[in-house]
């Protein structure tokens, strides 16, 4: 399978999912052993390409913000593999292998199956782990709740961070941006919590954290 990825990437995501113009596609792949996840890109038009020759492409960009957040311990996948297919020596096509989250749900549709203290823990750990990121400039840029993973740990819930096309890794992030980060998490909280005590819970942990 690693043969077929690095000679045509295209012919595995066919199997996938496109998401928009800019992802070709996104597909659960085995390669030589564990499951991964392959995501693939392409650039529109030529200002496109010429700005990614110049900044390093997507694809790699989002394999060294994975790599920034994760020796910050900060819970995302593994990258694996990252490759640019050129033409005329401008990036047209790039490719990112990942490490598969095994035995995970969005928490968009495990919530509902949640009892209080699993979702009591769930939010404690996710502003924790969103306020350490913070703390540390980091920016996810996508935090809807089908970027977030819940596994269980010793039945205990665990979240992953994924979907972070959008990410960023900056010197400082200031208030109002880490605010701005977690706004469309907290609107799809707000849908699910009618007495506000998860938005609460969430917040007060999450401050304590980025600070």
Not at 54 to 73: C, D, I, K, P
Not at 139 to 167: E, K, S
Not at 204 to 210: E, G, I, L, T
């Amino acid at each position: 399978m690693l043969g077929a990825l690095l000679s045509d990437p295209d012919r595995l995501l066919d199997q996938g999912k496109t998401d928009g113009n800019r992802t070709i596609g996104a597909v659960q792949v085995k390669l030589d052993g564990p499951w991964t996840f392959l995501q693939g890109y392409r650039y529109q038009g030529w200002r496109s390409r010429l700005w990614n020759a110049r900044h390093g492409g997507r694809a790699r960009r989002v394999w060294l913000n994975l790599w920034s957040l994760r020796t910050r311990h900060v819970p995302v996948p593994e990258p694996l593999l990252c490759m640019d297919r050129q033409c005329f020596r401008l990036p047209e096509r790039c490719y990112l292998v990942s490490e598969y989250v095994a035995d995970a749900r969005p928490l968009s549709s495990c919530w509902q199956d949640l009892d209080a203290t699993q979702r009591r823990d769930a939010l404690i750990h996710l502003g924790m782990e969103l306020g350490r990121m913070h703390r540390f400039g980091g920016i996810h840029g996508q935090l809807t709740w089908n970027n977030l993973l819940l596994t269980f740990v010793d039945a205990r819930p665990q979240i992953t961070l994924v979907g972070l096309d959008a990410a960023r890794m900056l010197p400082a992030a200031g208030p109002l941006r880490c605010q701005l980060d977690i706004r469309v998490f907290l609107h799809d909280l707000d849908d699910r919590d009618p007495d506000g005590s998860h938005r609460r819970l969430f917040l007060d942990v999450w401050k304590r954290w980025s600070r």
